[in-house]
């Protein structure tokens, strides 16, 4: 015959009482150190500490956020299309920058990504239903619905690149990290000028992306009377890069120097170069701009190019935010980080 019916298992995790009483604290004092809470000298802190340690204590999290009215999350936007974004290596190094330093702030990364008015939708119903402490959005365009829809909702945010949209420079309350790209542009445009290039072209990335425009106007600074058949436009990706550099060779098939906005199309430029014959470079100049690892070194020659710190870029956009977060600041100041011209063969 079976034996009697033992029951439901016991549930033999540690509790949270059970930390206070290792601890030899109230519940209410261990609840505030689990939950990051302020207000408890630092000897019975590290007891808590030592107790939670020694149990394997694991605190739950819905009842973590009602008590700090955090979720321990945070929203990653890019509006970009899914397959830009796992191709193009500066978007990794980016994502790993937030998901780096959000780690040192026991926070997870929910990566939302918009491509189309679907996944609009989708994003601003998971924004409405309050499942994020704040967003950090990068590569948004001029034409951008999420700036408003960051606005109706009052999430706090940090952009990725000086906003472009009309009416972003008011908005003051919401910082963004960007680098100097004009001036990173001016830099190699200017190294290209040192060089004794006279024919210097230009691959520009998509018009409606300050990053862009930014660059465009480097370029332009230093060359205020270039021919505009040297400005070809491209897309930020090597497909991109390598139309817009025959278009460019169909125009002036002089040209003997190029500065391209990113290292992707300079890379699908110098493939073009090479199709037609022309030496990198002797014949033709090559400047890129991002210094991304996986490409300005993997290139043939390996690339002259603008760097910016992407991954550092990243990282402080999330220590931004956590400051917002932390101390309730809304006029955070916007940071431009400095770039460099990194001297290889192709230039």
Do not use: W
């Not at 019916?5 to 601890?23: K, S, Y």
């Not at 340690?53 to 700090?68: C, D, F, K, Q």
């Not at 190294?191 to 024919?199: C, D, E, K, P």
């Amino acid at each position: 015959m079976p034996g009697p019916n033992p029951g439901p298992p016991h549930d033999t995790r540690p509790t949270l009482e059970g930390v206070a009483a290792r601890a030899g604290v109230s519940r209410a004092t261990a609840s505030r150190v689990v939950n990051g809470g302020a207000g408890v000298r630092q000897p019975l802190a590290d007891r808590v500490r030592k107790a939670v340690e020694e149990l394997g204590y694991i605190p739950n999290h819905a009842a973590r956020t009602l008590v700090t009215r955090r979720n321990g999350a945070v929203a990653v936007i890019i509006d970009e299309p899914e397959a830009r974004i796992f191709s193009d290596p500066f978007f990794s190094q980016h994502i790993r920058g937030i998901s780096r330093e959000l780690g040192l702030h026991d926070a997870q990364l929910v990566l939302l990504l918009v491509e189309g008015s679907g996944d609009f939708e989708r994003v601003t119903r998971y924004l409405a239903g309050g499942h994020v402490d704040g967003v950090l959005a990068f590569s948004l365009h001029t034409d951008d619905e999420l700036p408003s829809v960051i606005r109706r909702f009052r999430v706090p945010t940090v952009y990725g690149g000086r906003p472009g949209r009309p009416g972003a420079a008011s908005e003051l309350a919401v910082p963004y990290v960007d680098c100097d790209n004009r001036g990173g542009a001016r830099e190699a445009v200017r190294h290209l000028v040192s060089l004794g290039r006279r024919t210097i072209a230009h691959i520009a990335g998509p018009r409606d992306q300050t990053s862009a425009l930014d660059r465009i106007d480097g370029y332009t600074d230093v060359l205020p009377d270039a021919d505009p058949a040297l400005v070809a436009d491209g897309d930020f990706t090597t497909e991109g890069g390598a139309r817009a550099m025959a278009q460019l060779l169909d125009r002036r098939p002089g040209l003997d120097a190029v500065f391209a906005a990113n290292d992707l199309m300079a890379s699908g430029a110098l493939r073009v170069l090479r199709e037609h014959g022309r030496r990198v470079p002797r014949d033709v100049a090559l400047v890129g701009f991002d210094d991304l690892e996986s490409v300005a070194e993997a290139t043939d020659p390996p690339l002259t190019t603008v760097r910016q710190d992407v991954e550092g870029m990243g990282r402080l956009m999330v220590r931004l935010l956590m400051e917002r977060l932390n101390d309730g600041h809304s006029d955070a100041d916007s940071v431009i980080i400095p770039t460099e011209l990194i001297r290889r063969a192709s230039a």
